[in-house]
Nanobody
Framework: VQLQASGGGLVQAGGSLRLSCAAS????????VAWFRQVPGKERAFVSF????????HYADSVKGRFTISRDNAKNTVYLHMNILEPEDTAVYYC?????????????????????WGQGTLVTVSS
């Protein structure tokens, strides 16, 4: 599975962006996908997770109520809809994927469990 993240950019606080994670391969629906973000000098942090069939989603506390994850398996794409953006959301956002297993669903926040990663897309939120 190869992943391509896109949709980042510069936005004012309170604004919105939609990130996309496009995947190659015929088994995309068997893969769960997560978004992580990273700022310089800090570890990559979990943002959101969606199961292979889209039936289960998880969010970091810091983005609950503002971000929504979704997927379109017919298009091999996962989306992260980001609303009410804050300067603290500024980071490079990465999408990651791996087979949708019980273990992954249980520990969806652990970046080490994901084998496939996109290249990252920069989101900058100005105050």
């Amino acid at each position: 599975v190869q992943l391509q993240a896109s949709g980042g950019g510069l936005v004012q606080a309170g604004g919105s962006l939609r990130l996309s994670c496009a995947a190659s391969g015929r088994t995309f629906s068997r893969h769960a996908v997560a978004w992580f973000r990273q700022v310089p000098g800090k570890e990559r942090a979990f943002v959101s997770f969606i199961s292979g069939n889209g039936g289960r989603a998880h969010y970091a506390d810091s983005v609950k109520g503002r971000f929504t994850i979704s997927r379109d398996n017919a298009k091999n794409t996962v989306y992260l809809h980001m609303n009410i953006l804050e300067p603290e959301d500024t980071a490079v956002y990465y999408c990651a994927a791996d087979l949708d297993t019980y273990d992954l669903r249980s520990r969806h926040y652990a970046s080490s469990l994901y084998e496939y990663w996109g290249q990252g897309t920069l989101v900058t939120v100005s105050s």
